[in-house]
C-alpha cells in the first residue's frame, strides 16, 4: 500500500478484470495523471476473480514500483463490497473476452451474470454519485444490466464506451484525406458497440468543413469505412491474436475524462440511457452525441442532421440492442 497526503481528496477509482489486458493497459495511464488531470491524487481499487489475484499482486507491485506521486492507495481485491466501497467511478472492464469467431452476442450469457453482481455491490457499496463505465462486452448490454440491478443509483451515471469506435472513425477518415488526425471532428457513432454500429461521416468535419466535401468519393464512406469501423476490433482480434487492449484502454482514458470535464470543443460519442432523442428506443443504453456543460451534467447534443440513410442504420443497430435486451433479460430473469 502507497501513502501519500494531499489537501485534494482522491478520486477512487474500481477498475474490474485489473490484471487482464485492458487492465494492464489502464491502470498505469490512469495512475499517472492521465484521466484526472497532474495535480488530482487517485486510489486504485483493482478487482480480480480468485484465479486473477496472483497476477494481480504483479500489477500491484508494478504499480508501487512506478513510484506514481497521485497514487494514495492501492486496494487488491476479489470480494465486490471491498472493491466498490466508497468508490467515484467503476470500471467494469472485466469479462470473458471474444474470440475468434464469436460474435459479441454470443457473450450475453456468458457475461450477464457478472453484470447482475458488480450492479448489485455497486448499489450497495459505492458512493451514491458514482459513475460507471462498462467495457466487457457486449457493453452496452452488460451496462443496461448493472444499472438495472443497480437501483438506488440513478441511470444516468451508467455508460458504456464508443469512443474506440469513435477514435478509430476518425483515424480511418484522416488517413483517407491525408490530413493529421485532429483535424476530424463531430464523429459520433450511433447505437450498438458491434458491427451494427453507425459511425456517422455525414455529419463529420475536417477542420471547419464537412469531411464529404473532402472526401468525395461517397461509395468509399458506405462501402468501406463503415463496414471497416464495425468490423476492426474483429480485425485486430485476428491480427494480434487476442482482443485490443492498449486501444480499448486509451478510450476508457478518453472516455472519463471527458466525463468529467466541460466540453469545449469536439463532441463525443458514449453510450447511455436513451429518453428517446432522435427516435432511439427509451430505457435501452445506447451511444449517442454528448456534451458535458459548466456544471459537470452529460446532454445529448440536439439538432444533428440525420439522413434517411443514416436513420436506418441506426434504427437498426438499436434494434439490435432490443433484441439484445430482451434475449439477456430472459435469461438472467430480470424485467425491463
Ligand atoms: C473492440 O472493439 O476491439 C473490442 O470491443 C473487442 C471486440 O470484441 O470487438
Not at 497514487?71 to 467494469?92: N, R
Not at 439522413?307 to 441506426?314: D, G, H, P, T, V
Request: net charge neutral; aromatic share 6%.
Amino acid at each position: 500500500m502507497n501513502t501519500f497526503s494531499s489537501k485534494k481528496a482522491p478520486i477512487r477509482v474500481a477498475v474490474t478484470g485489473a490484471a487482464g489486458n485492458i487492465g494492464y493497459a489502464l491502470l498505469f495511464r490512469i495512475a499517472s495523471g492521465a484521466m484526472f488531470g497532474p495535480n488530482q491524487p487517485v486510489a486504485l481499487n483493482l478487482i480480480e476473480i480468485p484465479p486473477g489475484m496472483k497476477a494481480l499482486e504483479g500489477v500491484a507491485m508494478e504499480l508501487d514500483d512506478c513510484a506514481f506521486p497521485l497514487v494514495t492507495e492501492i486496494v487488491q481485491t476479489d470480494d465486490l463490497s471491498v472493491g466498490f466501497k466508497d468508490v467515484d467511478w467503476a470500471l467494469l472492464v472485466g469479462s470473458v473476452p471474444r474470440r475468434q469467431g464469436m460474435e459479441r452476442a454470443d457473450l450475453l450469457s456468458v457475461n450477464g451474470k457478472v453484470f447482475v453482481g458488480q450492479g448489485k455491490a455497486i448499489n450497495d457499496f459505492a458512493k451514491p454519485n458514482v459513475r460507471v463505465l462498462v467495457v466487457g462486452n457486449p457493453c452496452n448490454t452488460n451496462a443496461l444490466i448493472a444499472m438495472t440491478s443497480a437501483t438506488n443509483i440513478p441511470n444516468e451515471q451508467f455508460f458504456a464506451m464508443t469512443r474506440l469506435d469513435e477514435n478509430r472513425a476518425k483515424t480511418q477518415i484522416a488517413q483517407k484525406a491525408g490530413v493529421p488526425v485532429r483535424e476530424v471532428s463531430e464523429l459520433c457513432v450511433w447505437g450498438n458497440h458491434s458491427p451494427t454500429m453507425y459511425p456517422d461521416f455525414e455529419n463529420a468535419k475536417i477542420g471547419r468543413g464537412k469531411a464529404t466535401d473532402v472526401i468525395l468519393d461517397q461509395a468509399w464512406f458506405r462501402d468501406t469505412f463503415v463496414p471497416t469501423v464495425g468490423q476492426r476490433g474483429k480485425a485486430v482480434i485476428e491480427a494480434r491474436g487476442s482482443s485490443s487492449a492498449a486501444s480499448a484502454a486509451n478510450a476508457v482514458v478518453d472516455t472519463v475524462r471527458d466525463l468529467s470535464t466541460p466540453t469545449r470543443g469536439d463532441i463525443h460519442s458514449v453510450c447511455v440511457i436513451s429518453r428517446g432523442e432522435y427516435g432511439t428506443p427509451a430505457g435501452i443504453i445506447t451511444s449517442l452525441p454528448i456534451r458535458v456543460d459548466g456544471a459537470g451534467k452529460w446532454r445529448v447534443v440536439e439538432g444533428v442532421k440525420l439522413s434517411e440513410y443514416a436513420k436506418q442504420k441506426i434504427a437498426a443497430s438499436n434494434a439490435e440492442l432490443l433484441e439484445e435486451r430482451s434475449v439477456a433479460f430472459g435469461q438472467l430473469g430480470l424485467s425491463v
